[in-house]
């Protein structure tokens, strides 16, 4: 479970009495749980800002205005929703570095909508890696789900294209694209993503519905460059988060939205093809202390 603050009670009680040094070990918690500098710096001088004018000495206080200002951040969230077009065929572009996750989550999203009885088509855009397309036609199988494939080192941009034909004469609703995780430098992965993009917008007739960057939750604060470097090409959407079973380091749900402005919309904690949810900001505020 994604956490943000550990044993807020010990640190009140070994440091209340010196208030400076209770506030800098709050804080080294808080940038420990991969909450950005500049984001701890922003939700702590609200919470002094309170703490000091109200002069309270109580921590169940300090605790509600810490939750208080976290909800703030997370509040304008976008939290549980997908877009969905009313001009099918609905498109998911899945981005992001090598090995977070995004061919299963690829997967899981094309799993969570068909059981929402929609018909649901793959696009194996990821050409690059010789054992990428077998990884996600063993999924397209196991979910019994069209899929467009082509050869390795073909044009992703062809591979895209050619689902979002099938998908439209098809009836498809929604279009999930997996893509490449690394290319010779990250500039041509760039390059080759907006290209993707650029075929999809010129196909549809409108942006790209979803444009989610999947982020390894145990990756750190490096996870906020990441974000930067997707945002800054493509204009994401929101961010899958993966691998929150195995990390308790929940800040970076916040340093993203905080310091880019770009909502978590979903999580994912295991393998299976089942664990993918909706990004819940009320019960991850709950939990930062647990
Ligand atoms: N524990 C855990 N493992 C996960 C989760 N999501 C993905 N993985 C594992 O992470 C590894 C990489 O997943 P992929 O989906 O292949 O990642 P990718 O981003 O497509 O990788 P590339 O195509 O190489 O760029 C696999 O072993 C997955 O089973 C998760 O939520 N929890
Ligand atoms: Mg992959």
Redesign the pocket.
Known sequence: MLRLIKNLNNIWNKFKDNRKLFWDELEEQMVASDISINTTGKILAEVKKYVYSENINDIEKIKILLKKQIIEILKTDGGGDLKISTTPPTVFLIV?????????????LAGMFKEKSKKVLISAA?TY?SA?VE?IQHYARKLDLDIVSHQKFSDPGAVVYDSLEKAMARGIDLVII?T???MQTSYNLMEELKKIKKVIMKKIGREVDEILL?I?STTGQNARNQAELFNNSLNLTGIIL?????TSRGGIVLTIKNDLGIPVKL?????KLD??HFFDPEGFTESIFS
């Open positions: 992001g570095v090598n090995g977070t996750g995004k061919t299963t989550s690829v997967a899981k990821d890696r990428a990884q997996d490449a995780g690394r999947v390894d993966t691998k929150i079973d195995s999580v994912t904690d295991g393998e664990n993918i």
